[in-house]
């Protein structure tokens, strides 16, 4: 029950590891949030998700319904989740 749910290693190319008995909305959040936190901008963010076959179908409906909510635009825009920091 201590062993951590996530795993996330390695500056130059950081991934995310699901753990198998991670809950699936849990993925999903780790995976929306270490990628598209600081619009993704970030060096840390993931570059990569490990999901176990038998959790992906849980995961992926969720995922695919998640990232259809957010947008990315012009960074003045009130309804942007995303946008370029450099103009």
Same mark, same amino acid.
């Given at each position: 029950?201590?062993? &951590?749910r996530?795993?996330?290693?390695?500056?130059?190319? &950081?991934?995310?590891f699901?753990? @198998?008995?991670?809950?699936?909305?849990?993925?999903?959040a780790?995976?929306?949030?270490g990628?598209?936190?600081?619009? $993704?901008?970030?060096p840390?963010?993931?570059?990569?998700? @490990?999901? &176990?076959?038998?959790m992906?179908?849980?995961?992926? &409906?969720?995922?695919?319904?998640?990232?259809s909510?957010?947008?990315? $635009?012009r960074?003045?825009? $009130?309804?942007?989740? $995303?946008?370029?920091v450099?103009?």
């Open positions: 029950r201590t062993f &951590p996530f795993i996330a290693q390695g500056p130059s190319n &950081p991934f995310l699901a753990h @198998y008995s991670a809950d699936a909305s849990e993925v999903v780790a995976i929306v949030q990628a598209f936190k600081d619009a $993704g901008q970030d840390a963010a993931i570059r990569r998700a @490990y999901v &176990p076959k038998d992906w179908g849980k995961v992926q &409906p969720r995922l695919k319904e998640v990232l909510r957010l947008s990315f $635009g960074p003045e825009q $009130g309804d942007a989740t $995303g946008g370029a450099l103009n």
